[in-house]
């Protein structure tokens, strides 16, 4: 799944539930570098890659740490990190028959359907994650105008 929308799917039941607890950076950034090859290859028109060490259990959780590092005073930003790496891993497992996401484990055991299957049953999640996120930043802007300085203290005429 080279970096679809349907990763952040993952993020619209997390919201919900813990608002503001995860940082959505941290968690774009952790699945961009995942799929930094398969990203490459779709803009330069080469044939995508196989699943390589990156997309196994030790490369998510390396990516993972070397993204949370930096924000590591901040939970928000750490959970955003790890939530990305884990669920990446989960994601691309279920579909990828190439990945060996437990290198310890020959093959992928966690591969049980299709791209499309999973496509169809993530669409409501990253559609309900649109909806969260045009909502919060619609929140964001009205809070940001009311508090104006020219919106507290007309003009004197």
Do not use: C
Not at 43 to 69: E, K
């Amino acid at each position: 799944m080279p970096l679809t929308p349907l990763h952040f799917g993952v993020l619209a039941p997390v919201n919900y539930l813990f608002p503001g607890k995860v940082s959505l950076v941290s968690f774009t950034l952790v699945n961009a570098w995942i799929d930094m090859k398969f990203i490459e290859a779709a803009l330069t028109g080469q044939p995508l890659p196989a699943h390589g060490d990156i997309h196994s259990l030790a490369g998510v959780l390396i990516v993972g740490t070397l993204v949370a590092m930096p924000g590591v005073r901040y939970a928000k930003w750490v959970i955003g990190a790890y939530l990305a790496a884990l669920s990446h891993l989960l994601l691309d497992g279920l579909i990828h028959a190439d990945m060996q996401p437990f290198g310890w484990i020959e093959g992928n055991p966690l591969r049980v359907m299709d791209m499309q299957t999973l496509s169809l049953i993530l669409l409501p999640f990253m559609l309900w994650f649109i909806v969260q996120t045009v909502s919060s930043s619609y929140a964001w802007v009205r809070m940001r105008w009311a508090a104006l300085p020219f919106r507290n203290h007309p003009p004197k005429p």
